[in-house]
């Protein structure tokens, strides 16, 4: 008798590797459901088994399920197709736009592919989906089979050092890990792509709006205007400009983000208090510029850049629709149902906030987002109330180190 030998099916492949794999580690008891990481429940719910980096055994099991789900295998004389993960490289994942990225790429598909996220951190790798990454000295071989990355790490711009940190005023150290971390982190990565056999398809980097100077007037900018002046865009300029090595290699945008509007963090985290106990009111003359732009049209935007292959230099990440402080200010005043009559007087800023206060509160940038309009971008949030409305209310993913509030 003849026993006819049939090839097992992805299915049963699938299935065999899985038992491999859990018989390597077994979740115990105390890989409990956690929040200690700015990712969704549903994600954590996959990730808590994986307390620790995995064994090199396990490793084995999960490169082979890797593989194997990157072949085609032949069946009945057609082909069924197993497609590989879109992975993207990601720094910055549990800073205010990372975490927000984060739960946005949960479940989403780039190029009929399901998205993984490879986390770079500077610490030792907690999770299965974490590489430890050295900001000074990036590896190239940790990025080899990334189909794109996304930088986003550098030091806060609006926080402060030692006894006046909560005012945001800037010391010459604060300023020089503001630029350094910005200038050094991007060349490390972009010193990797230049070091890669297979590059990334697409290099997103964070950049700012403050490229364009902080007095500028009535004057609107896009993307095809000149640097201004001020610290913060000399700082674009160098940042912008080291990400720029890697076009020789990759498609790459710098994003340049406006003001986010979000109760976790930035400008509106250091307002709201005052608003809402009725103390808030305008900066200055209220007359200058504030370039803002919602939490979830930035991870919208990044989202865009990784699908849009016509976008790439510099790209604005504002709303549609500018406003000065005094629009913002009344528009904050209404979503919280609180009156603004304590205006904030220009000398009083100048003490308070220093340097950081002259360009960021007292000044502005009137910029609109050309290039994400023109490439089909849809903002979710196209009006300063709908951004301030949705950031008090449902803004609810909470970065790294952060309780939801």
Same mark, same amino acid.
């Not at 849809?378 to 709908?386: L, N």
């Given at each position: 008798?003849?026993?006819?030998?049939?090839?097992?099916?992805?299915v049963?492949?699938?299935?065999?590797?899985?038992?491999?794999?859990?018989?390597?580690?077994?979740?115990?008891?105390?890989?409990?459901?956690?929040?200690?990481?700015?990712?969704?429940?549903?994600?954590?719910?996959?990730?808590?088994?994986y307390?620790?980096?995995?064994?090199?055994?396990?490793?084995?099991?999960?490169?082979?399920?890797?593989?194997?789900?990157?072949?085609?295998?032949?069946?009945?004389g057609?082909?069924?197709?197993?497609?590989?993960?879109?992975?993207?490289?990601?720094?910055?994942? &549990?800073?205010?736009?990372?975490?927000?990225?984060?739960?946005m790429?949960?479940?989403?598909?780039?190029?009929?592919?399901?998205?993984?996220?490879?986390?770079?951190?500077?610490?030792?790798?907690?999770?299965?989906?974490e590489?430890?990454?050295?900001?000074?000295?990036?590896?190239?071989s940790?990025?080899?089979?990334?189909?794109?990355?996304?930088?986003?790490? !550098?030091?806060?711009?609006?926080?402060?050092?030692?006894?006046?940190?909560?005012?945001?005023?800037w010391?010459?150290?604060k300023?020089?890990?503001?630029?350094?971390s910005?200038?050094? &982190?991007?060349?490390?990565?972009?010193?990797?792509?230049?070091?890669?056999?297979?590059?990334?398809?697409?290099?997103?980097?964070?950049?700012?709006?403050?490229?364009?100077?902080?007095?500028?007037?009535?004057?609107?900018?896009?993307?095809?205007?000149?640097q201004?002046?001020?610290?913060?865009?000399?700082?674009? /300029?160098?940042?912008?400009?080291?990400?720029?090595?890697?076009?020789?290699?990759?498609?790459?945008?710098?994003?340049?983000? !406006?003001?986010?509007?979000? /109760?976790?963090?930035?400008?509106?985290?250091?307002?709201?208090?005052?608003?809402?106990?009725?103390?808030?009111?305008?900066?200055?003359?209220?007359?200058?510029?504030?370039?803002?732009?919602?939490?979830?049209?930035?991870?919208?935007?990044i989202?865009?850049?990784?699908?849009?292959?016509?976008?790439q230099?510099?790209?604005?990440?504002?709303?549609?629709?500018?406003?000065?402080?005094?629009?913002?200010?009344?528009?904050?005043?209404?979503?919280?149902?609180?009156?603004t009559?304590?205006?904030?007087?220009?000398?009083?800023?100048?003490?308070?906030? &220093?340097?950081?206060?002259e360009?960021?509160?007292?000044?502005?940038?009137?910029?609109?987002p050309?290039?994400?309009?023109?490439? !089909?971008?849809?903002?979710?949030?196209?009006?300063?109330?709908?951004?301030?409305?949705?950031?008090?209310?449902?803004?609810?993913?909470?970065?790294? !180190?952060?309780?939801?509030?």
């Amino acid at each position: 008798m003849k026993l006819s030998m049939q090839p097992p099916s992805p299915v049963s492949l699938l299935a065999a590797v899985s038992s491999l794999i859990l018989s390597f580690h077994q979740p115990s008891p105390a890989a409990a459901f956690t929040l200690s990481s700015p990712v969704s429940p549903s994600a954590h719910l996959r990730l808590a088994h994986y307390p620790r980096p995995p064994s090199p055994s396990r490793l084995c099991a999960l490169d082979f399920l890797k593989d194997l789900m990157g072949t085609e295998r032949e069946r009945g004389g057609g082909t069924a197709v197993m497609a590989k993960s879109y992975t993207i490289a990601l720094t910055g994942s &549990g800073g205010l736009v990372g975490s927000e990225l984060m739960s946005m790429l949960e479940g989403t598909q780039i190029n009929g592919r399901d998205v993984l996220v490879k986390r770079l951190v500077r610490r030792q790798p907690e999770t299965v989906d974490e590489v430890q990454w050295d900001a000074s000295a990036g590896d190239p071989s940790l990025l080899q089979d990334v189909d794109a990355i996304v930088h986003l790490a !550098g030091e806060n711009v609006g926080s402060g050092e030692g006894l006046l940190a909560p005012l945001g005023r800037w010391s010459e150290s604060k300023k020089r890990k503001i630029l350094e971390s910005r200038v050094q &982190g991007t060349r490390a990565v972009v010193d990797a792509i230049l070091g890669m056999q297979r590059p990334p398809s697409v290099f997103v980097c964070a950049s700012a709006v403050g490229y364009y100077g902080f007095n500028s007037g009535e004057r609107l900018f896009d993307e095809g205007d000149a640097q201004g002046e001020g610290f913060l865009a000399d700082v674009c /300029r160098q940042w912008e400009e080291e990400a720029q090595r890697a076009a020789s290699k990759t498609r790459v945008v710098n994003t340049r983000f !406006g003001v986010v509007m979000s /109760r976790h963090g930035g400008a509106l985290t250091k307002l709201l208090p005052l608003f809402s106990l009725g103390g808030g009111g305008v900066l200055g003359s209220g007359e200058q510029w504030f370039p803002w732009v919602s939490r979830r049209d930035v991870a919208g935007a990044i989202l865009h850049a990784l699908k849009t292959e016509s976008l790439q230099g510099p790209v604005n990440v504002v709303g549609p629709s500018c406003v000065t402080n005094a629009e913002f200010t009344k528009a904050l005043g209404r979503v919280l149902s609180r009156p603004t009559f304590f205006p904030l007087p220009t000398p009083v800023a100048q003490v308070l906030f &220093g340097e950081m206060g002259e360009e960021l509160l007292l000044g502005g940038q009137n910029v609109t987002p050309k290039k994400l309009l023109e490439s !089909g971008y849809e903002f979710q949030d196209s009006t300063i109330e709908s951004a301030l409305s949705w950031a008090v209310n449902q803004d609810d993913v909470v970065p790294a !180190g952060k309780t939801l509030k």
